[in-house]
């Protein structure tokens, strides 16, 4: 064989070799990651106090700026894991806790160490859109200050970004701070991409911040803006409560009006039924309407006042 074929043979074998050399790198730098992410963890499990069984998930662990060095360059990766133990942590808080709970009000668990998980996750991975919403929804029951810190590094990180002006102006809403809550709004509706809407919430915010059409426009715009499940079930869920605080306030009026015209309260809800059917009123088989989830709403003849039935699954706060 000539040397010119001889060096066109080993051209082609080094022409060959090189994307098998770039997947091996790939390779190894992936297994270098996981084992990096493996080592973290273990190290983590090696510090919790063995008597509290949520201290795996609850450990302060390490601090942000460390987690960082000690992910070698795999800070998403680092994230996501810090993001899951989080929702662990938060999962198996309300898995053993007696009573019902929602997703905005979870201070009966003390998950006094969320903050500062969603913090380690935020640190590594600042885009992390998720970890910023959760913490708007979740937090400021636990650590109201925490929540807004929590959601203004988030703009920070992402200025052109409105969905974090609307989760700030959340925060601010359920406070009561109504005009830092309009204000957040109208800065979200001046970015690229805002929907028109948030320029109309933040009127209706400081105009009228208390009243229900605003709760009402908040929540589903929460829902429908939401990709977690979790999230869109807590709108549905108040978006139900405030469907049936104003036929509570219907029911009411239609006692009332009972009450000034007989002197009395009525004993039941047939007493009311023909009032009830001229306002197209569903009932059940007792004569009694039916709230959003169809159970039987109460009506307290020594009260006169309507009320929610026990069986109900509408959250009576």
């Not at 806790?97 to 500062?116: F, I």
Request: hydrophobic share 40%.
């Amino acid at each position: 064989m000539s040397k010119g074929a001889t060096e066109k043979q080993d051209g082609g074998a080094s022409t060959l070799s090189r994307p098998m050399a770039g997947d091996a790198l790939l390779a190894l730098v992936l297994l270098g990651g996981l084992a990096c992410v493996f080592a973290l963890s273990q190290r983590l499990e090696d510090l919790r106090p063995a008597e509290d069984p949520f201290a795996t998930y609850e450990e302060i662990y390490v601090a942000p700026d460390a987690a960082r060095r000690m992910s070698l360059g795999f800070n998403g990766l680092v994230a996501d894991w810090y993001w899951l133990r989080s929702l662990q942590y938060v999962g198996r808080k309300m898995g053993a806790h007696e009573g019902r709970l929602s997703l905005d009000d979870l201070s009966p668990l003390g998950v006094r160490n969320l903050g500062p998980m969603l913090e380690q996750a935020t640190t590594l991975d600042p885009q992390f859109m998720a970890a910023y919403e959760f913490g708007a929804i979740v937090l400021p029951s636990i650590d109201r200050d925490a929540a807004v810190r929590l959601v203004e590094k988030g703009i920070r990180e992402n200025p052109s970004d409105w969905r974090l002006r609307q989760h700030l102006g959340y925060i601010h809403w359920q406070a009561k701070r109504f005009r830092e809550a309009g204000a957040a709004y109208r800065e979200g509706a001046a970015l690229p991409g805002a929907p028109a809407w948030m320029a109309a919430l933040a009127a209706q915010v400081e105009l009228d911040g208390g009243s229900r059409q605003v709760a009402r426009e908040l929540y589903a715009r929460m829902h429908d803006e939401s990709d977690d499940e979790r999230i869109r079930a807590l709108a549905a869920e108040r978006l139900l409560q405030l469907q049936a605080l104003d036929e509570r306030d219907a029911l009411q009026h239609m006692v009332d009006a009972f009450r000034s015209r007989f002197s009395r309260c009525p004993a039941g809800w047939r007493e009311v039924a023909a009032v009830l059917r001229s306002a197209g009123i569903q009932t059940d088989a007792s004569g009694a309407p039916r709230d959003p989830t169809g159970a039987p709403y109460a009506l307290d003849a020594s009260a006169c006042r309507v009320k929610l039935d026990e069986r109900t699954e509408i959250r009576k706060r």
